[in-house]
C-alpha cells in the first residue's frame, strides 16, 4: 500500500479527522479513495457500511442501491428503486448499474440538461459519465459534449477566484477524478490548503449531522481527492500557476 499520505501532514490530518466516521455516503467515496490511493485506514469501509445501514432505516433503500460502489454483484430489492427520487441520485444510479440495467434513450440529454444547469447538476453528470465508462457501457453523445461537460466543471471553479465552497470543492475533485486536473488552478488548491479547519475537514457540520461545530464529511471527502491527486500525480505548478 501506498505510504505517502502519512508523510504529509495535511493529508494526514484529513485521514485522521475522516477515519471513525459512521456516515454512509461518506464511507462510499472512502471507498472510491481507497480504491484509487489505497489507503490503509479506508480499507474496510465495506464492511462499515453495512455495520451502520440499520442505524438509518429511513434511508436504508437508496443505501442499498448505492451498496454496489462496493459490490458489483449487490443485490437490490425491487421497491428500493422507488426511493431513488433526487435528480443527482438518479444520474448516478443510472450509471452505477448500466451494464445490468442499460441506460435510458433519452440519457445523452439528460446529462446535456445537467449540464446546462450548472452547480450539484453539473458535478453530478461529470460523475456519472466516469461510472458509465468505468461499466464499459456505450453512450452516444454530441459532438462537443465531453469538452463542454468538462468546461462547465471547471467554470464552476473558476467563477470567483477567492471563494471556495462545497460545490466547488466537488467541481475540483471530480476533475481530477477525470484525469483533468489541468483544469484546475493551482492557485485554488493553495486556498484549500489553506483554510483547512483546525480538525483536519473542511466547511461545517450541517445541522443534527456529526459535531455541530466541526468541519462537514463531504467538503472534508472533496478537499482529500483533490490533494491525493495533487499529491500522487506528481502535478508541477506551471507557468500561470496551473497544474499540468
Given at each position: 500500500m501506498p505510504t505517502?499520505?502519512?508523510?504529509?501532514?495535511?493529508?494526514?490530518?484529513?485521514?485522521?479527522?475522516?477515519?471513525?466516521?459512521?456516515?454512509?455516503?461518506?464511507?462510499?467515496?472512502?471507498?472510491?479513495?481507497?480504491?484509487?490511493?489505497?489507503?490503509?485506514?479506508?480499507?474496510?469501509?465495506?464492511?462499515?457500511?453495512?455495520?451502520?445501514?440499520?442505524?438509518?432505516?429511513?434511508?436504508?433503500?437508496?443505501l442499498r442501491v448505492f451498496r454496489r460502489i462496493f459490490d458489483s454483484g449487490n443485490p437490490v430489492?425491487?421497491?428500493?428503486?422507488?426511493?431513488?427520487?433526487?435528480?443527482?441520485?438518479?444520474?448516478?444510479?443510472?450509471?452505477?448499474?448500466?451494464?445490468?440495467?442499460?441506460?435510458?434513450?433519452?440519457?445523452?440529454?439528460?446529462?446535456?440538461?445537467?449540464?446546462?444547469?450548472?452547480?450539484?447538476?453539473?458535478?453530478?453528470?461529470?460523475?456519472?459519465?466516469?461510472?458509465?465508462?468505468?461499466?464499459?457501457?456505450?453512450?452516444?453523445?454530441?459532438?462537443?459534449?465531453?469538452?463542454?461537460?468538462?468546461?462547465?466543471?471547471?467554470?464552476?471553479?473558476?467563477?470567483?477566484p477567492t471563494s471556495i465552497n462545497d460545490v466547488k470543492l466537488e467541481a475540483a475533485a471530480f476533475l481530477c477524478l477525470a484525469r483533468q486536473s489541468a483544469r484546475v488552478d493551482f492557485g485554488f488548491v493553495r486556498r484549500v490548503i489553506a483554510i483547512q479547519n483546525e480538525d483536519g475537514g473542511w466547511g461545517r457540520a450541517a445541522d443534527g449531522s456529526g459535531d455541530p461545530g466541526g468541519s462537514s464529511w463531504h467538503s472534508t471527502i472533496l478537499a482529500l481527492m483533490l490533494l491525493l491527486h495533487v499529491k500522487f500525480e506528481n502535478l508541477q505548478v506551471a507557468a500561470g500557476q496551473q497544474f499540468v
Amino acid at each position: 500500500m501506498p505510504t505517502e499520505p502519512a508523510r504529509n501532514p495535511i493529508v494526514a490530518k484529513t485521514i485522521d479527522f475522516l477515519k471513525h466516521t459512521r456516515e454512509p455516503y461518506a464511507l462510499l467515496f472512502m471507498h472510491v479513495i481507497h480504491r484509487r490511493f489505497g489507503i490503509e485506514e479506508f480499507a474496510d469501509c465495506g464492511k462499515r457500511y453495512d455495520a451502520v445501514l440499520p442505524d438509518h432505516p429511513d434511508r436504508a433503500p437508496v443505501l442499498r442501491v448505492f451498496r454496489r460502489i462496493f459490490d458489483s454483484g449487490n443485490p437490490v430489492e425491487p421497491d428500493d428503486w422507488e426511493h431513488i427520487e433526487l435528480p443527482t441520485d438518479r444520474l448516478l444510479v443510472s450509471a452505477l448499474y448500466c451494464d445490468r440495467l442499460g441506460l435510458p434513450k433519452s440519457f445523452p440529454e439528460v446529462l446535456e440538461r445537467a449540464i446546462r444547469q450548472g452547480g450539484y447538476a453539473a458535478t453530478h453528470a461529470l460523475l456519472s459519465w466516469l461510472w458509465i465508462r468505468e461499466n464499459g457501457c456505450e453512450l452516444v453523445v454530441t459532438n462537443g459534449f465531453i469538452e463542454r461537460m468538462y468546461e462547465a466543471v471547471a467554470g464552476i471553479v473558476d467563477e470567483d477566484p477567492t471563494s471556495i465552497n462545497d460545490v466547488k470543492l466537488e467541481a475540483a475533485a471530480f476533475l481530477c477524478l477525470a484525469r483533468q486536473s489541468a483544469r484546475v488552478d493551482f492557485g485554488f488548491v493553495r486556498r484549500v490548503i489553506a483554510i483547512q479547519n483546525e480538525d483536519g475537514g473542511w466547511g461545517r457540520a450541517a445541522d443534527g449531522s456529526g459535531d455541530p461545530g466541526g468541519s462537514s464529511w463531504h467538503s472534508t471527502i472533496l478537499a482529500l481527492m483533490l490533494l491525493l491527486h495533487v499529491k500522487f500525480e506528481n502535478l508541477q505548478v506551471a507557468a500561470g500557476q496551473q497544474f499540468v
